[in-house]
């Protein structure tokens, strides 16, 4: 698949997350189901803009790109992006452009005026069809990208070549010093890397016109087999001048899991309390495969007998049965996200269990056949529901290489300082104590309300705990009675 990087020229703000997140899904996932994903990602590395801002800074065009691609490939690093498998520069690959240039002019479907190589739109009837509707646009430039030349043959010709100017970076060809117009870029990297005909194309929506098409239009126009099979274009990111250099890990976590809440063709509204909600979502996420983790930690090693309870199984086998669905539909992860929210919920209750079973079996309440049978299966059960949450997660992106409890902690921080509680406070609250209460007694309740899940009713109880009393007694008085009886030896 092709993706449309960057023009680096400024630092990458969400906006450049949206795009290159909702991709990294998807070459995730395509992974996951088992395909081998030849995964190209450019960078437009000379382009006007750069060449302006370069101008403003007293920098070389080339130099500022190169600084500001480095710092566009941290960042997507630290939003847990996977590297392309092919990441080609403009200014690398001048003899793919000329060589695509040629094809077209040899084709008959460009012209040449004074160093400059225009693509002709009259002598290619699909780019009329294409530009249909929206002959205005093109007049401007590209979307006001350049500005307007009046020796055109038509207004709606684009530029393949551009003569050297004054002050700007080029390259020699057979018209002329000069240097690449914005769309043949794609075109020429797209054929190198991927071949004329690949899979999958995407980028912005704003890419569709004029880049995506006049794409099509010279892949086409220099070889008529060209084709892509998929058109891919994410949405917008409103008020996206949040930039995404420089955040903790607790950040970023929670600026994929936003992502990820709207589908990626729709428009995503960027404030403060959807990043707020996000992160509590991350939180729960987070702090559930924690307590997972400590509850199963001493039990990783062992081989453990039984079989998964019947509906355990069912519930994962659902999830994972619609997780398919939803992201081999044009990756729904919104319904992803809704639906691991249930089996985060049967996470939890079965710690619930778990701990409660761990306590009846402490206080000798269970039989040591039948509580560690019963952990069997709850173990069995966390590690099957584990598995599958964690297999979902780095599909989204979510799984995190950070430091699990560095990130807890943050996010812990944040929810607390929102919230205006300390962590000691928070604890409290979490037990559903206050200092007024005696210990002992919000022990005593503690201890009824596991009972009382574990199904035991006040007075089964009471009999168990008296049986328990008469066996210590009776092996006290038997340990007496022997010391006493080797004492007469
Ligand atoms: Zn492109």
Known sequence: MYICGVTPYDFSHIGHARVYVAFDVLHRYLKFLGYEVNYVRNFTDIDDKIIKRANEMGEAPLILSRRFSEE????????????????????????????????ILDNGHAYIIEGDVYFSVDTFLMIIIVYLGKPDDNRAGGGGRVTVDTRKRNPADFALWKSAKPGEPSWESPWGPGRPGWHIECSAMSAHYLSHCFDIHGGGKDLIFPHHENEIAQSRAACPQSNVKYWMHNGF??????????????????????????????????????LDTASDRVFYIYQTLHDCEIALSPFRNESFKGVLPVDVKEQIDKFHTEYLSSMSDDLHTTTVLDDLVDLLKLING?????????????????????????????????????????????????????????????????????????EEEEVL?????????????????????????????????????????????????????????????
């Open 72 to 103: 566009f490939l941290h960042d997507i690093a630290e939003l847990n992006c996977l590297p392309p498998t092919h990441e080609p520069r403009v200014s690398d690959h001048m003899e793919q452009i000329k060589d695509l240039i040629t094809k």
């Open 237 to 274: 990111v409103n008020r996206d001048n949040q930039k995404m250099s420089k955040s903790d890990n607790n950040f970023l976590l929670s600026v994929i899991f936003f992502l990820m809440r709207t589908h990626y063709r729709s428009d995503v509204n960027y404030s403060d309390k959807a």
């Open 350 to 422: 079965t710690l619930k269990k778990f701990k409660v079973t761990f306590f009846l079996s402490y206080m000798e309440l269970l039989s040591s056949d039948f509580g560690g049978k019963k952990q069997q299966v709850l173990i069995l059960s966390l590690l099957a529901l584990e598995k599958e949450v964690k297999e979902v997660l780095l599909t989204l992106g979510l799984s995190s290489s950070y430091n699990v409890s560095e990130v807890l902690q943050q996010l812990k921080d944040k929810a607390l300082k929102r919230a205006g509680y300390t």
């Open 429 to 489: 609250l979490t037990l559903g104590l206050s200092s007024s209460y005696n210990v002992s007694e919000v022990l005593q309740q503690l201890k009824d309300k596991a009972l009382k899940r574990a199904g035991y009713t006040e007075e089964e109880v009471g009999r168990k705990i008296e049986e328990r009393n008469m066996a210590r007694k009776s092996k006290r008085s038997t340990r007496n009675q022997t010391k006493l009886g080797r004492s007469f030896i």
